[in-house]
């Protein structure tokens, strides 16, 4: 690309170094799930917050907890339950019978990182405790406004198994997710280094700090920088625009599809594919960085119809499909 600087590209290249030093520290915790931890960075680096889906024991929390120790950031965890309430989120008002004041008693909100364990555990009023928060990046304690870390980064996780004790997240709050992450099983080779590595009575999850907040938001000022050509938010938007008017893609999806994702998803699209970018250590964004991580930042934010729900067609196969079907730059 002739507009972009040989100083750029070097900033990106030092970044997109660092952020390798920070995947392979994770590494050291997190057998294979390759494509995980990637999109944990590029929500870290592109502002973003991540949804993690997938069967008990896959490391979901885990990954989480070795990004809150290969970075210098603040981490804090929340187990989502049926009992939470709000306040035990953002915090509250403590009073003192003493001197008949109240002091602010922040919650667990307050950190760089925070782990939402389970969060579809929790009923919709505490779930919706997150909504200012992760669009602001500020809570409300009583009538006083707080501004939160940065960076600010929410990354939850849920099982798509359990019906019994779940709240289904509300769309409004899906939305907020920059990704929705399906996390699968490991391969043999891999579940054999998970064996020689946890089955023991004590094993080793000490990790070194390779990033610190600044430099953080110093990357995500970097990704701002990434080029996107033309013709790439073009088929951002074209891409996006196929999720609502599908028909004139393929006329077989049209019973499919109840709504289309929203205008958020054509700014974390491009969002994220900046943030891959600048992983892959290139100042420019192409159409294949766009259609490798489409299917994290669209499959939560298109709603099926009860049609699609009985023949078991998934939000991904539509993704897929689409991807196939509009015309690559």
Request: proline share 6%; hydrophobic share 40%; with cysteine.
């Amino acid at each position: 690309m002739s507009n972009i600087s040989p100083e750029l590209q070097a900033r990106v290249k030092a970044a997109s170094a660092h952020l390798h030093q920070v995947r392979e520290e994770m590494g050291r915790v997190i057998v294979g799930q390759r494509q995980l931890v990637d999109r944990l960075l590029v929500c870290l680096v592109g502002r973003g917050h991540a949804l993690l889906e997938g069967l008990p024991g896959l490391a979901k929390t885990m990954a989480i907890n070795s990004l809150g120790r290969a970075s210098k950031c603040t981490f804090n965890r929340i187990q989502f339950t049926p009992d939470l309430l709000p306040g035990d989120i953002t915090g509250s008002l403590i009073y003192d019978p003493v001197k008949g004041t109240y002091t602010t008693r922040q919650g667990p909100i307050f950190a760089n990182l925070l782990l939402a364990d389970e969060i579809n555990r929790a009923p919709a009023k505490v779930q919706s405790a997150l909504l200012e928060a992760m669009q602001e990046q500020q809570v409300t304690i009583g009538d006083q406004t707080y501004r939160l870390p940065t960076p600010f980064m929410v990354l939850a996780t849920q099982n798509p198994i359990e019906q019994e004790g779940t709240y289904p997240l509300p769309e409004a709050q899906m939305d907020r997710f920059m990704l929705k992450v399906v996390v699968g099983y490991p391969t043999e080779a891999e579940e054999k280094i998970i064996l020689d590595r946890m089955a023991t009575t004590r094993p080793s999850f000490s990790l070194e700090p390779k990033v610190t907040p600044e430099e953080i938001l110093e990357m995500q000022d970097l990704v701002n920088q990434v080029y996107v050509d033309d013709t790439v938010k073009n088929y951002v938007i074209k891409l996006v625009f196929a999720t609502r008017t599908v028909e004139n893609i393929d006329k077989s999806l049209k019973p499919l599809i109840r709504i289309g994702a929203s205008p958020r998803a054509t700014i974390n699209l491009t969002l994220a594919a900046r943030a891959w970018a600048l992983l892959e250590g290139r100042a420019y964004t192409t159409p294949d960085d766009i259609k490798a991580i489409a299917p994290d930042v669209l499959r939560h934010r298109i709603l099926l119809t009860y049609e699609a729900e009985a023949d078991q067609v998934t939000t991904d196969t539509i993704v897929k499909t689409l991807l196939s079907k509009v015309a690559v730059p």
